[in-house]
């Protein structure tokens, strides 16, 4: 056994360990630290595994913005009641909870076990026409051009998800404010920090997004990472959430799908058909449109994150 | 060269791992936040050292991802337990 | 073996210390507050070190900026974290 082996058998051990851990855990809080824990082991894993832009989305998300929202919706949740008694599953409830995860986990099992060797796979045929969209990255290739209305749909879910929380206001705070109060007069290690960090953090996301044409990143872990700078400057009360009547906000959050559904169409009479790029300026077009999703994806994790809104933009109940 | 790094790398891992004993043991919130504090700042190490090692085109840039939200977790844990106070006198 | 592998071997194993003693720290130490002074030894020299050693191993100027990059930031949310969670615990009281 080599150490690469080595060092790979003990990752995944980690790994399974954690996740295990995490499931069994009696109190809220460590379960929620494990989770954590167990992302960043993933993107680790990731990384092993030569799926670096996987790496990156899951350092990008699981770090800066799962991590957030489960933490601090677990902190909220200390202060509630303790689930009565009666409302615990029984036994009968449990065992059968109990046979139908085996009976999941078995036939996930049963299906990678009888996985053909090797694969059905479109990886080669990828690979072959990467050269025609001009890009160097197969992932970002796949993503926008041969899965393109995939990865459209998936940033119109995102904007469905956003309209979910906002749902979820209470009448009187529609149009209001969601999110921690910001404060006036900051200061300390905390907000110093959240001035320092931001500027950093947008030069870093858009190194990402630029080399996500030729190399592991994208517009995705672009746009993650500067969702976490917005929340990072909300956490520290330094600024709040502007209102969610916001003109400005809601053009922001649909900049992305529009702008990939108006390239899109223009695919009917310049290219081939329904998001098909011209011959020639692909690369540039791809660019151009993930652009708009940065803006959309950093716009749209944060609102997510903070929920819907609770207060009017004054400041009053 | 590349098994020392390796070695080295899981080492670290290692080490970071049995820390995870301070999320099981607690005994507070506060002790659970700093050994996944400790687990990012091992993962980061584990990182750069195994991309070192092999190769691997754009781990670096995983590892700059996480070194930029490597205080998050933490920030969240403190601000939702004491939100701070614009009359903090530190 | 060249001087700048002989380098890193004792950077690279000297930053393995520190993560050993800073996760012994976290586990033996009998508070929070001396829990957090035993984490941010392996938070700066610990991954202080390692980049240290890594640098003589960069790809290229960029290679070894990235690495420097992740060090300073690691650095500025340690000292951050440390801070924060140092006075919510003094905020708290000693009692609890």
Redesign the interface.
């Given at each position: 056994m080599t150490v690469l082996e080595a060092l790979d058998i003990g990752l995944a051990a980690l790994v399974l360990a954690v996740a295990i851990w995490t499931i069994a855990a009696r109190e809220l809080f460590a379960a929620v630290v494990g989770y954590v824990a167990y992302g960043l082991l993933l993107s680790l894993v990731w990384v092993r595994l030569f799926a670096v832009d996987v790496a990156l989305t899951e350092a990008a998300i699981g770090s800066g913005v799962t991590g957030v929202l489960l933490i601090t919706a677990a902190m909220r949740l200390r202060h509630t009641d303790p689930q009565p008694v009666a409302e615990q599953p029984g036994p009968v409830m449990r065992f059968a909870a109990a046979v139908l995860c085996i009976v999941i986990a078995a036939a996930l099992a049963a299906g990678v076990l009888t996985m053909a060797d090797p694969g059905p796979t479109l990886a080669p045929d990828a690979a072959r026409h990467l050269a025609e969209t001009g890009l160097g990255n197969p992932v970002t290739a796949v993503l926008m051009t041969w899965r393109a209305f995939d990865t459209m749909l998936e940033k119109v879910v995102l904007i469905l998800a956003v309209i979910g929380v906002w749902s979820l206001a209470d009448d009187r705070a529609w149009g209001g404010v969601a999110g921690p109060r910001p404060l006036p007069h900051q200061q300390g290690p905390l907000a110093f920090f959240a001035q320092l960090l931001p500027p950093v953090g947008i030069v870093v996301a858009i190194h990402i997004v630029w080399v996500g044409a030729n190399e592991p990143g994208g517009a995705f872990q672009g746009g993650a990472l500067l969702a976490a700078m917005a929340m990072i400057v909300m956490m520290s009360r330094l600024a709040g959430a502007p209102p969610v009547d916001r003109r400005w906000l809601r053009i922001a959050l649909v900049a992305g799908p529009a702008m990939f559904l108006v390239i899109g169409v223009m695919g009917f009479f310049v290219a081939a058909g329904f998001l098909a790029y011209p011959d020639g300026i692909a690369k540039p077009l791809i660019l151009f449109i993930e652009a708009f999703m940065v803006l959309s994806i950093a716009v749209t994790l944060p609102l997510l994150v903070i929920g819907p809104p609770d207060r009017l933009p004054s400041g009053k109940p | 060269?590349?098994?020392?790094?390796?070695?080295?790398?899981?080492?670290?891992?290692?080490?970071?791992?049995?820390?995870?004993?301070?999320?099981?043991r607690?005994p507070?919130?506060?002790?659970?936040?700093?050994?996944?504090?400790?687990?990012?700042?091992?993962?980061?190490?584990?990182?750069?050292?195994?991309?070192?090692?092999?190769?691997?085109?754009?781990?670096?840039?995983?590892?700059?991802?996480?070194?930029?939200?490597?205080?998050?977790?933490?920030?969240?844990?403190?601000?939702?337990?004491?939100?701070?106070?614009?009359d903090?006198p530190? | 073996m060249s001087v700048a592998d002989i380098f890193t071997v004792v950077a690279v194993g000297a930053g393995c210390f520190f993560f050993l003693a800073g996760t012994a720290g976290l586990l033996r130490f009998p508070d929070s507050l001396t829990r957090l002074h035993a984490l941010t030894k392996a938070d700066n020299l610990g991954l202080g070190l390692i980049v240290l050693g890594l640098l003589p191993q960069a790809t290229g100027l960029l290679g070894a900026l990235k690495l420097l990059a992740v060090w300073v930031l690691v650095q500025l949310s340690s000292a951050t974290v440390a801070q924060v969670i140092a006075q919510a615990l003094r905020r708290r009281g000693p009692s609890s």
């Open positions: - | 060269m590349t098994d020392f790094l390796l070695a080295a790398a899981g080492f670290i891992l290692l080490t970071v791992a049995i820390g995870l004993a301070r999320i099981l607690g507070e919130n506060v002790d659970r936040t700093m050994a996944a504090q400790l687990l990012g700042t091992g993962g980061i190490a584990t990182l750069l050292l195994a991309a070192a090692a092999t190769g691997v085109r754009g781990a670096e840039d995983v590892a700059l991802g996480l070194a930029l939200l490597a205080a998050f977790a933490s920030v969240a844990f403190v601000t939702s337990v004491t939100p701070p106070s614009g903090d530190s | -």
